[in-house]
């Protein structure tokens, strides 16, 4: 017996070792879980402590902010066919796609809704551009929400029918800017695979930010990779916009995946980490 909880003992610490270097990681990606008291443990025991949300209405009221976790709450829009990706939850009790911009007005103003996000215009196989998301930016920028837009590919079985990856491109977003030049973005998933693209885009506006969530996970993106990425990144100059993300992947990899990127230094980590998007979220 003592040797199995030696072995628990040195498990537990191999998944949370990185949270003793890291301790006030920021994730800016996440979604509900069914079994939530378990997601917020890890998070807790891996160093996050602080949460973007969105999901379903319904459960995103589920989640809330206790002595050790800060949750941040989403609007997830468009939903195709009135239902969350993947999970195929309703995303909002009546079922519709779109929710009322009077409504989501409302919920600002009631601190109920931190930002807009996911945005899912790339799930329902329009531009991240379409003027139908003209009223929710609006908003955005009126209330300096930052606004988190699906960007690049998708994984299988996510349900929705009108899905196009040349979508996600993130040079999509110019005529947005044009528009709307005081919002603030964050590209999901930096754009891969159009990374060039995002590098691009960055650039060109301060405003824009990017998460790595799915590319930090070495299940899905060898970790080669997502060096390859993290580099070409930082060589572009862009280290103050990039931010940590796990989109419900094993947290434990994704802080370790950071970590290990023995070219960044402490401080640019720390920045990754938590620093920039306390920033775009306005600490």
Not at 32 to 58: C, F, H, M, Y
Not at 173 to 202: D, S, Y
Request: charged residues 20%; proline residues 6%.
């Amino acid at each position: 017996m003592k040797l199995i909880a030696c072995l628990a003992t040195i498990v537990l610490l191999g998944h949370s070792s990185f949270a003793q270097k890291q301790d006030k990681i920021f994730d800016v990606h996440l979604h509900g879980d069914p079994k939530q008291q378990e997601q917020l443990d890890a998070l807790k025991a891996n160093g996050v402590r602080t949460i973007a949300v969105s999901t379903s209405w319904s459960m995103q009221q589920t989640y809330k902010s206790d002595k050790s976790l800060k949750v941040l709450q989403g609007l997830m829009l468009p939903c195709p066919n009135g239902k969350v990706p993947y999970s195929l939850q309703p995303c909002f009790e009546d079922g519709r796609e779109w929710p009322d911009p009077k409504w989501v007005e409302e919920q600002v103003k009631q601190k109920r809704v931190h930002f807009i996000g996911e945005v899912l215009s790339q799930y329902y196989g329009i531009s991240s551009s379409d003027s139908a998301m003209y009223p929710y930016y609006s908003i955005a920028e009126k209330y300096r929400l930052p606004v988190g837009i699906h960007t690049g590919s998708a994984g299988p079985d996510h349900g929705c029918p009108d899905f196009k990856e040349e979508m996600g491109n993130p040079l999509l977003l110019k005529q947005t800017l044009a528009k709307f030049p005081n919002l603030r973005v964050w590209l999901m998933h930096a754009g891969v695979p159009f990374l060039n693209e995002c590098i691009e885009i960055m650039k060109a506006h301060p405003n824009v930010y990017a998460d790595i969530s799915v590319l930090n996970n070495p299940r899905i993106i060898p970790a080669g990779e997502f060096s390859t990425i993290m580099k070409k990144f930082i060589d572009a100059g862009l280290e103050d916009r990039l931010m940590f993300g796990s989109d419900n992947g094993p947290i434990y990899l994704a802080v370790k995946s950071v970590e290990q990127l023995s070219f960044l230094t402490s401080a640019q980590k720390e920045k990754i980490f938590y620093l920039n998007a306390e920033r775009l979220f306005g600490k």
